[in-house]
C-alpha cells in the first residue's frame, strides 16, 4: 500500500516504513504528525483519486530529525562594474519516518 501526499508545496510517494526529508515542519523530534492532503491511495482494494484529496484519508508520521542541508553558495556579478555579493542559505528540514496509511 502507498499513497501520494503534499505537505511544503511539494509531493511525495509514502509508504509504511519509508522515511522522507520534507521541508520543516513545526514539530519537535519524537512528535507524531499527520499529514491529511492525501492526493491518491494505493491498496488491495484498488486506487482512489482525490478530488483534490482522498477523503477521509491520513497519513501518519513520526518526527525522526530536525536539521539544515548543506550550505549552498549565491554568488551575484556584474562584469566590469566591480558588482560582487555572495550569499549562503542552508534549507531546513524535517525528517519523517512514515508509520501508517489510513484510508
Known sequence: MYAIVETGGKQYRVAEGDVITVERLAASVGDEVTLDRVLLVKGDSGVKVGTPVVEGAKVKATVTAQGKHPKILVFKYKPKKNYRR????????????ITKIEA
Not at 89 to 95: I, L
Open 86 to 97: 555572495r550569499h549562503g542559505h542552508r534549507q531546513p528540514y524535517t525528517q519523517l519516518k
